[in-house]
């Protein structure tokens, strides 16, 4: 079933049902798919088509929703890209995909303007005169109705960029099979309902983000855009707009909670929370359960490549577990033997890799250009998530750190390698070590431990040449610097990043 129907299949059955609120003004299904018909229309004018990828680079907002079903309609690829990223990484996205459009708004301009490129795409500005067409111009030289361009169930229907160990972006394709499979397992595990409604806080580059708006159509729900939210405004839209679901990272939670304002508003009828992203602190599930009350709270375990590993659902009787694989989902832990292979499992209570069935509607089959990595993650259709995990002796799964010890602060990942390599480039560094440090609002921080060349080397000196770099995003810079004498190293020569971490907290 492809994308495009199904958004189609929800105008036909309550056209004048609320579909999205900004602002607090609101969209009936009918009037989405009316804006989403004209952008078509006028995409389709423009060339776009079957399989032509097109780059949003674009806040949660109406205008980012109705490009993507227009893009669904086309059959074109929707490619959603991080508009935090630095420069050059939103470059190397540009160069791996080849869009033929762009899509940008004010917060990206100025990265798109540094963009090289060696074919130009169409560039569409939500402001006018900042593009070859703005978007309002879409609309109003389109047409109200639009006939979807028929796809098959395994044509790509999304592209998603992650980072990885290598700390050059991804792309994840995403087919209609995989998104349709992903949406109805997200519903089952959730306990959504028809006319239910969200919070859409998760960007829509991300997986998260994606998912909730897809729940909230299949089941004609309200999504609610949130854009710039001030942490002040989230109680108040949750109770202006009587949300009932949320689904964020549990920094998003933590933010909530802290707020002085929450207890002045209504939050009753907001009934099933769920995280994801991170680990949440035993501690904050708690002060979730105590302060939202809510019906379900779901631990969902995921990742771009497969959208659901596990989940768990009893988080009152076990916080921090994962729990137990997702509807579609077959998982194991294989052993951390350097020469071990899927085949090779762990005892219950032992800690392994977390790998996961490639027989899953839900999973990818591999990423965009990239054999090489693609070989070192699936071995005998079997995804090899990177993660490290264990099983308690009920089976519910708990996931205790990283195979690679890639640092995943908030929602965003970060190769410690490509820190490495910056921080490498100041002339008083003489070694350098990243590794995630454990933190209680954003789940892990990167510090980075250094042995400088002379004492007068200093943390702000560092920051700001990570700055001037230009290589890394903001979420990637250090947020300590450790000045130490030497590396801990293996026999083989290998930095022991454990080491560090533990040598801190002595």
């Not at 259709?381 to 995943?408: A, N």
């Not at 070694?431 to 990167?446: F, N, P, T």
Request: charge should be negative; charged fraction near 25%; hydrophobic fraction near 40%.
């Amino acid at each position: 079933m492809d994308l495009g129907s199904m958004f189609e299949f929800a105008v036909g059955r309550h056209p004048f049902g609320v579909a999205l609120v900004e602002g607090g003004h609101s969209y009936t299904f009918l009037a989405l798919n009316q804006e989403v018909n004209r952008v078509a229309s006028s995409l389709r004018k423009l060339g776009i088509g079957r399989r032509d990828r097109v780059m949003v680079l674009l806040k949660n907002r109406r205008q980012t929703v109705c490009l993507f079903w227009a893009i669904q309609k086309l059959g074109a690829i929707f490619t959603p890209v991080n508009y935090h990223m630095s420069i050059q990484d939103i470059q190397h996205c540009v160069y791996d995909v080849e869009p033929k459009v762009i899509v940008f708004e004010a917060v990206a301009e100025a990265a798109v303007r540094k963009l090289r490129l060696e074919e130009t795409p169409i560039f569409i500005s939500l402001e006018p005169d900042d593009g070859d067409i703005s978007y309002d111009e879409l609309v109003h030289s389109g047409e109200d109705t639009f006939d979807a361009v028929p796809v098959d169930d395994d044509e790509i229907a999304i592209m998603l960029y992650t980072s990885g160990t290598s700390g050059v972006p991804k792309g994840v394709p995403r087919s209609h099979k995989n998104e349709y499979a992903s949406t109805l397992a997200h519903i089952i595990q959730n306990h959504y309902d028809p006319f239910d409604s969200t919070l859409g806080i998760m960007p829509l580059y991300h997986t998260m983000g994606v998912h909730s708006l897809l729940a909230m159509t299949f089941l004609n729900a309200k999504f609610v855009v949130a854009q710039d939210v001030r942490d002040e405004s989230v109680p108040e839209i949750l109770c202006r707009e009587k949300i009932t679901c949320l689904y964020m990272i549990p920094t998003m939670y933590r933010d909530l909670l802290a707020n002085h304002r929450i207890e002045n508003y209504d939050l009753s009828h907001l009934q099933k929370i769920a995280y994801a992203g991170a680990p949440m602190p035993e501690a904050l599930v708690s002060d979730c359960f105590r302060a939202l009350h809510p019906q379900r709270f779901v631990n969902h375990y995921g990742s771009t490549e497969i959208h659901t590993l596990t989940t768990c659902a009893y988080l009152h009787r076990k916080p921090g577990s994962a729990g137990k694989p997702g509807i579609n989902q077959w998982i194991r832990l294989m052993s951390l033997d350097p020469d071990a292979t899927v085949n090779d499992g762990v005892k219950r209570g032992e800690v392994g890799q977390v790998i996961a069935h490639l027989g899953s509607a839900e999973a990818f089959k591999g990423y965009w250009n990239r054999p090489e990595v693609t070989r070192q993650v699936i071995q005998d259709d079997w995804y090899l998530t990177g993660d490290l995990g264990v099983f308690d002796d009920e089976g519910d799964l708990f996931v205790v750190g990283r195979v690679d010890e890639m640092v995943i602060s908030g929602l965003e990942r970060v190769s410690p390698a490509k820190v490495e390599e910056v921080l490498s480039g100041h002339p008083d560094v003489l070694e350098v070590a990243v590794v995630g440090e454990q933190d209680e609002h954003l789940g892990q921080i990167v510090v980075a431990y250094v042995v400088p060349r002379c004492e007068q080397l200093s943390p702000l000196e560092l920051d700001r040449y990570c700055k001037q770099s230009g290589r890394l995003s903001t979420f990637e810079r250090p947020r300590k610097h450790v000045f130490v004498e030497h590396l801990p190293r293996s026999a083989t020569g290998k930095v022991m990043r454990r080491a560090l971490l533990s040598t801190r907290e002595k």
